[in-house]
């Protein structure tokens, strides 16, 4: 009897010290990992804090300063500087819409923002970008931000979609069968060809050049000369448009908004992208090109029309994408170029243009 007694005794011993190392050193895998970013919403940032970082950042505006700091970095400086340093003004003044209460995913993204949206979808197992661009716009594009957000937030299951979602399905499937038609492919999700064509001349008969571009930049069109099912009826979801007046009407609205020059450089600066001959292309050739600046830059540069003729009876090449992008500051300089400054890092194109210009 007493030879058993020992041995429980032993055997429960042992089994508590096992218990206790373990826990130790093996922790729970069930315990709550804690968060990277040390959130604090809600609290005031120091005084001083926000000065320097007013000081580092004076373009971004003083709410958008705090918002960041507050609310996405939990009033740690260094990370809030980090976050602000990363973000481009595009997305900066994208925040700044969220945060007045406009629908931030109305927006256009470029490729880093649609990188981002993937890896938040596949992360955090949502379906809609939607979802994804609302809480990494709240986190300034921070992806474990973003994600701290939607896991510490009481977000319900993505809703059913809208009754306006099957009208304009069917006001999108009208421009693809007329692509399929005309000779697009039979398979196509896409509008593009003469469907590409039929829905630019119902937005706008005259000319519709910019409707279409507009229609492309905001519904974050990837493939050039074509626009896809889900980009296009999300968008226009999102902003409340169900029929084809709905989405006249809001393209006039965008058009509204391309007098803000952010605005209009980052709408700029896409439509080279969509305008390639295809999306393996790295250049545009010179009429596209020659084409689309008579549309974008009419009434903006007092030399547009020497420009053209240049490039069409001179240059004769194609463009490329460096070329596209630096026109714009080329095009605010005087009218007479004498602020060109021929050291600096213009492309050759220029070089030539503002040579041909002098002596002519």
């Known amino acids: 009897i007493i030879f058993s007694l020992c041995l429980l005794l032993s055997v429960f011993f042992c089994a508590s010290g096992h ?13 709550e990992r804690p968060s990277r970013v040390p959130f604090v919403p809600g609290t005031f940032p120091p005084s001083a804090t926000m000065q320097r970082l007013q000081r580092k950042f004076p373009a971004v505006p003083q709410n958008i ?47 880093a923002q649609r990188e981002k949206i993937a890896q938040f979808k596949g992360i955090a197992g949502v379906l809609k970008d939607t979802v994804a661009v609302r809480f990494l716009t709240q986190a300034a594009w921070n992806l474990e931000a973003a994600l701290n957000f939607f896991f510490s937030s009481d977000h319900s299951v993505e809703p059913e979609p809208h009754a306006e979602d099957s009208k304009l ?70 902003a409340g448009v169900k029929d084809l007046q709905g989405i006249k009407a809001r393209v006039q609205a965008w058009k509204t908004e391309l007098r803000t020059p952010l605005v209009f450089r980052e709408f700029y600066k896409f439509c080279f992208d969509w305008a390639r001959s295809s999306a393996n292309t790295r250049t545009l050739e010179y009429e596209t090109a020659s084409d689309l600046w008579s549309t974008l830059l009419k009434g903006r540069w007092v030399l547009l029309d020497q420009w053209i003729d240049y490039i069409k009876s001179h240059f004769r090449k194609s463009i490329t994408k460096d070329a596209w992008n630096q026109l714009l500051d080329f095009s605010s300089l005087k009218p007479d170029l004498s602020d060109y400054d021929p050291e600096g890092a213009w492309p050759v194109l220029f070089d030539e243009f503002v040579e041909h210009v002098r002596k002519s």
């Not at 218990?19 to 315990?31: G, K, L, N, W």
Request: aromatic share 10%.
């Open 19 to 31: 218990q206790a190392f373990s826990e130790t050193a093996f922790p729970s895998s069930r315990r």
């Open 169 to 238: 399905t069917e006001l999108f499937e009208k421009y693809r069968a007329i692509g399929v038609k005309e000779g697009a492919p039979e398979g196509t999700t896409r509008i593009e060809g003469a469907g590409l064509a039929a829905f630019g001349n119902d937005l706008n008969e005259t000319d519709y050049d910019t409707e279409l571009l507009l229609v492309a930049y905001h519904t974050s069109a990837s493939v050039p000369w074509s626009l896809a099912r889900d980009e296009f009826v999300e968008c226009f979801t999102e």
């Open 65 to 111: 300063l705090r918002y960041v700091l507050t609310e996405v970095a939990g009033n740690n400086e260094q990370f809030a500087e980090h976050t602000l340093q990363g973000m481009s003004p595009a997305e900066i003044a994208e925040l700044g819409n969220s945060l007045r209460g406009q629908p931030a995913s109305l927006a256009p993204h470029n490729s």
